[in-house]
Protein backbone atom coordinates (compact mmCIF):
# COMPACT_ATOMS: atom_id res chain seq x y z
CA UNK A 1 0.00 0.00 0.00
CA UNK A 2 1.59 3.24 -0.69
CA UNK A 3 -0.27 6.50 -0.11
CA UNK A 4 0.61 10.31 -0.34
CA UNK A 5 -0.64 13.39 0.96
CA UNK A 6 -0.92 16.16 3.85
CA UNK A 7 -0.60 14.69 7.24
CA UNK A 8 -2.49 15.00 9.96
CA UNK A 9 -3.23 12.97 13.70
CA UNK A 10 -3.92 9.69 13.45
CA UNK A 11 -7.81 8.82 13.49
CA UNK A 12 -8.67 6.38 16.27
CA UNK A 13 -11.55 4.08 17.07
CA UNK A 14 -11.79 2.96 21.04
CA UNK A 15 -11.94 -0.93 20.54
CA UNK A 16 -9.36 -3.47 21.97
CA UNK A 17 -6.95 -2.67 20.46
CA UNK A 18 -7.49 0.17 19.25
CA UNK A 19 -8.16 0.72 15.47
CA UNK A 20 -5.58 3.08 13.90
CA UNK A 21 -6.01 5.13 10.57
CA UNK A 22 -3.02 7.38 8.94
CA UNK A 23 -5.00 11.03 7.90
CA UNK A 24 -3.46 11.66 4.98
CA UNK A 25 -5.50 14.64 3.00
CA UNK A 26 -8.38 13.72 5.34
CA UNK A 27 -8.74 10.08 4.20
CA UNK A 28 -8.35 7.36 6.62
CA UNK A 29 -6.22 4.60 6.03
CA UNK A 30 -6.55 1.72 8.41
CA UNK A 31 -3.18 0.84 9.49
CA UNK A 32 -3.23 -1.53 12.38
CA UNK A 33 -2.94 -4.20 9.78
CA UNK A 34 0.50 -3.44 8.92
CA UNK A 35 2.26 -4.15 12.37
CA UNK A 36 5.02 -6.50 12.08
CA UNK A 37 5.66 -4.88 7.92
CA UNK A 38 8.20 -2.83 7.04
CA UNK A 39 6.89 1.41 6.31
CA UNK A 40 8.98 3.54 4.15
CA UNK A 41 8.22 7.22 5.55
CA UNK A 42 9.35 10.00 3.10
CA UNK A 43 8.57 13.53 3.91
CA UNK A 44 7.92 15.28 0.44
CA UNK A 45 9.62 18.67 1.43
CA UNK A 46 6.54 20.94 1.48
CA UNK A 47 4.71 21.63 4.40
CA UNK A 48 0.86 23.35 4.63
CA UNK A 49 -1.32 24.85 7.02
CA UNK A 50 -4.01 22.36 7.89
CA UNK A 51 -6.27 25.52 8.55
CA UNK A 52 -5.75 27.71 5.34
CA UNK A 53 -3.69 25.50 3.21
CA UNK A 54 -0.83 28.30 2.73
CA UNK A 55 2.35 26.85 1.89
CA UNK A 56 5.06 27.55 4.80
CA UNK A 57 8.39 26.36 5.93
CA UNK A 58 7.65 25.66 9.09
CA UNK A 59 5.32 24.16 11.06
CA UNK A 60 3.56 25.95 14.04
CA UNK A 61 1.13 24.71 16.78
CA UNK A 62 0.80 21.12 15.31
CA UNK A 63 0.23 21.92 11.55
CA UNK A 64 0.03 25.71 11.02
CA UNK A 65 1.16 28.85 9.67
CA UNK A 66 2.27 31.51 11.62
CA UNK A 67 -0.63 33.28 10.96
CA UNK A 68 -2.72 30.83 12.07
CA UNK A 69 -0.92 29.99 15.26
CA UNK A 70 -1.02 33.63 15.93
CA UNK A 71 -4.77 34.40 15.44
CA UNK A 72 -6.87 31.48 15.22
CA UNK A 73 -8.75 32.25 18.62
CA UNK A 74 -8.08 27.99 19.23
CA UNK A 75 -4.09 28.97 19.45
CA UNK A 76 -4.61 31.06 22.14
CA UNK A 77 -2.67 31.10 25.34
CA UNK A 78 -5.84 29.29 26.82
CA UNK A 79 -5.45 26.27 24.56
CA UNK A 80 -2.80 24.96 27.44
CA UNK A 81 -3.89 27.55 29.89
CA UNK A 82 -7.57 26.99 30.29
CA UNK A 83 -7.99 28.74 33.66
CA UNK A 84 -6.99 31.90 31.33
CA UNK A 85 -9.86 31.98 29.05
CA UNK A 86 -10.79 35.39 27.82
CA UNK A 87 -12.16 34.40 24.36
CA UNK A 88 -15.98 35.63 25.78
CA UNK A 89 -14.56 39.40 25.94
CA UNK A 90 -12.86 39.24 22.69
CA UNK A 91 -13.71 40.00 19.36
CA UNK A 92 -16.16 38.78 17.00
CA UNK A 93 -14.07 35.54 15.95
CA UNK A 94 -13.23 34.71 19.77
CA UNK A 95 -16.39 34.96 20.75
CA UNK A 96 -17.44 32.78 18.47
CA UNK A 97 -15.25 30.03 18.96
CA UNK A 98 -16.09 31.15 23.23
CA UNK A 99 -19.53 30.05 22.57
CA UNK A 100 -19.05 26.80 19.88
CA UNK A 101 -15.71 25.45 22.07
CA UNK A 102 -15.69 26.83 25.57
CA UNK A 103 -19.20 27.85 26.49
CA UNK A 104 -20.24 23.74 26.19
CA UNK A 105 -19.47 20.61 28.88
CA UNK A 106 -16.22 20.28 29.54
CA UNK A 107 -14.65 16.66 31.50
CA UNK A 108 -11.90 16.99 34.03
CA UNK A 109 -10.17 13.53 33.95
CA UNK A 110 -7.46 11.46 35.80
CA UNK A 111 -5.47 8.89 33.26
CA UNK A 112 -2.54 6.86 33.31
CA UNK A 113 -0.18 7.19 31.35
CA UNK A 114 3.09 6.55 32.74
CA UNK A 115 1.60 7.67 35.81
CA UNK A 116 -1.31 8.90 36.72
CA UNK A 117 -2.09 12.83 35.87
CA UNK A 118 -5.22 15.26 35.64
CA UNK A 119 -6.28 16.67 32.16
CA UNK A 120 -9.30 18.52 30.68
CA UNK A 121 -11.00 17.75 27.38
CA UNK A 122 -14.35 19.11 25.95
CA UNK A 123 -17.09 16.21 26.77
CA UNK A 124 -17.11 14.50 22.91
CA UNK A 125 -13.35 14.08 23.47
CA UNK A 126 -13.08 11.16 25.88
CA UNK A 127 -11.86 8.54 25.18
CA UNK A 128 -9.75 9.87 22.07
CA UNK A 129 -7.94 12.08 24.00
CA UNK A 130 -6.70 9.03 26.67
CA UNK A 131 -5.46 7.26 23.43
CA UNK A 132 -3.81 10.38 22.11
CA UNK A 133 -1.99 10.56 25.35
CA UNK A 134 -1.26 6.45 25.22
CA UNK A 135 -3.36 5.82 28.82
CA UNK A 136 -3.99 2.89 29.57
CA UNK A 137 -6.95 3.61 31.83
CA UNK A 138 -8.97 6.87 32.36
CA UNK A 139 -12.12 7.86 34.78
CA UNK A 140 -13.78 11.20 34.59
CA UNK A 141 -13.71 13.34 37.97
CA UNK A 142 -15.33 16.15 36.73
CA UNK A 143 -18.04 17.62 34.37
CA UNK A 144 -18.40 21.43 34.48
CA UNK A 145 -20.66 23.73 32.16
CA UNK A 146 -17.27 25.92 30.27
CA UNK A 147 -13.56 25.08 30.17
CA UNK A 148 -12.59 28.41 32.29
CA UNK A 149 -14.25 26.04 35.17
CA UNK A 150 -12.81 22.58 34.36
CA UNK A 151 -9.14 24.91 34.13
CA UNK A 152 -9.78 26.38 37.65
CA UNK A 153 -10.05 22.72 38.44
CA UNK A 154 -7.56 21.31 37.03
CA UNK A 155 -4.90 23.79 38.54
CA UNK A 156 -5.97 22.82 42.17
CA UNK A 157 -5.46 19.22 41.09
CA UNK A 158 -2.55 19.36 39.58
CA UNK A 159 -0.74 21.01 42.77
CA UNK A 160 -0.96 17.35 43.88
CA UNK A 161 -1.29 15.50 40.68
CA UNK A 162 1.05 15.42 37.83
CA UNK A 163 0.03 17.00 34.75
CA UNK A 164 2.55 15.53 32.69
CA UNK A 165 3.74 12.61 30.64
CA UNK A 166 6.85 11.04 30.38
CA UNK A 167 6.45 9.63 26.57
CA UNK A 168 9.41 7.36 27.07
CA UNK A 169 8.06 5.63 29.72
CA UNK A 170 4.36 5.65 28.92
CA UNK A 171 5.59 4.21 24.91
CA UNK A 172 7.72 1.13 26.35
CA UNK A 173 4.50 0.45 29.18
CA UNK A 174 6.19 1.35 32.19
CA UNK A 175 2.92 2.27 34.09
CA UNK A 176 2.61 2.86 38.07
CA UNK A 177 0.25 1.00 39.51
CA UNK A 178 -3.25 3.03 40.70
CA UNK A 179 -6.40 2.74 42.35
CA UNK A 180 -7.89 5.27 40.12
CA UNK A 181 -11.29 4.97 41.98
CA UNK A 182 -9.54 6.24 45.07
CA UNK A 183 -7.06 8.81 43.43
CA UNK A 184 -11.26 10.12 42.16
CA UNK A 185 -12.03 10.84 45.81
CA UNK A 186 -8.61 12.21 46.99
CA UNK A 187 -8.54 14.77 43.82
CA UNK A 188 -12.23 15.96 44.47
CA UNK A 189 -11.46 17.03 48.06
CA UNK A 190 -8.96 19.57 46.37
CA UNK A 191 -11.73 21.47 43.88
CA UNK A 192 -12.35 25.01 45.01
CA UNK A 193 -14.68 24.52 47.26
CA UNK A 194 -17.22 26.78 44.91
CA UNK A 195 -16.76 23.74 42.41
CA UNK A 196 -17.49 20.60 44.07
CA UNK A 197 -20.56 19.99 43.01
CA UNK A 198 -19.19 19.38 39.89
CA UNK A 199 -17.62 16.20 40.97
CA UNK A 200 -18.65 13.39 39.16
CA UNK A 201 -18.55 9.84 41.47
CA UNK A 202 -20.10 7.21 39.83
CA UNK A 203 -18.06 7.29 36.50
CA UNK A 204 -15.86 3.42 35.43
CA UNK A 205 -12.78 3.40 34.87
CA UNK A 206 -12.30 2.63 30.99
CA UNK A 207 -9.19 0.64 30.02
CA UNK A 208 -7.40 1.09 26.56
CA UNK A 209 -5.58 -1.71 24.75
CA UNK A 210 -2.58 -1.06 22.02
CA UNK A 211 -1.29 -2.74 18.86
CA UNK A 212 2.09 -2.91 19.95
CA UNK A 213 3.98 -6.33 19.50
CA UNK A 214 7.21 -4.71 20.56
CA UNK A 215 9.01 -1.64 21.76
CA UNK A 216 12.58 -0.94 20.86
CA UNK A 217 14.95 -1.05 24.11
CA UNK A 218 16.37 2.54 23.46
CA UNK A 219 13.75 5.15 22.20
CA UNK A 220 15.03 7.56 19.46
CA UNK A 221 12.64 9.64 18.57
CA UNK A 222 12.85 10.34 14.43
CA UNK A 223 13.05 13.75 13.42
CA UNK A 224 11.89 14.33 9.67
CA UNK A 225 13.45 17.52 9.24
CA UNK A 226 16.48 16.06 9.60
CA UNK A 227 16.69 12.64 7.85
CA UNK A 228 13.30 13.27 5.61
CA UNK A 229 13.03 9.45 4.68
CA UNK A 230 13.77 6.38 6.39
CA UNK A 231 12.54 2.66 5.86
CA UNK A 232 11.95 0.38 9.60
CA UNK A 233 9.62 -2.33 10.71
CA UNK A 234 6.03 -1.15 12.22
CA UNK A 235 6.11 -2.90 15.72
CA UNK A 236 3.19 -1.11 17.02
CA UNK A 237 1.45 2.39 17.55
CA UNK A 238 0.68 4.10 20.68
CA UNK A 239 -0.65 7.59 21.43
CA UNK A 240 -0.03 9.36 18.33
CA UNK A 241 3.61 7.12 18.03
CA UNK A 242 4.77 4.65 14.94
CA UNK A 243 7.05 2.70 16.74
CA UNK A 244 9.40 0.96 14.87
CA UNK A 245 12.21 -1.82 16.06
CA UNK A 246 14.78 0.98 15.84
CA UNK A 247 12.89 4.02 16.71
CA UNK A 248 9.82 5.80 16.96
CA UNK A 249 8.01 8.90 15.71
CA UNK A 250 5.61 11.07 16.65
CA UNK A 251 2.92 11.60 13.82
CA UNK A 252 1.12 14.53 15.44
CA UNK A 253 4.19 16.81 15.26
CA UNK A 254 4.33 16.26 11.45
CA UNK A 255 0.18 17.49 11.28
CA UNK A 256 0.88 19.68 7.61
CA UNK A 257 3.73 17.23 6.28
CA UNK A 258 3.30 15.85 3.26
CA UNK A 259 4.30 12.67 3.06
CA UNK A 260 4.58 9.82 1.23
CA UNK A 261 4.03 6.07 3.11
CA UNK A 262 4.74 2.96 1.29
CA UNK A 263 3.44 -0.44 3.33
CA UNK A 264 5.65 -3.14 1.99
CA UNK A 265 4.73 -7.07 2.71
CA UNK A 266 6.76 -8.65 5.09
Not at 149 to 173: C, P, Y
Request: aromatic content about 10%; charged content about 25%; glycine content about 6%.
Amino acid sequence: MNITGQLRKMNVEAHKPIQYFLNLDNKSYPINSQVGKPVKIKWLGTITCIECGRKTKKSYQQGHCFVCARDLPGNALCSVRPELCVHETGNEADREFWRTHCKIDHYVYLSLTSGVKVGITRHYNIPERWIDQGAVKGVIIAKVPERLLSGQIEVAVAKHFSDKTNWRKMLKGEVEEADLLALREEAQELFPESLKNYAVRDGEIQSLVYPVDSVPEKISSHNLDKVPEFTDRLTGIKGQYLIFETRVINLRKYSGYHVEFDFQEA
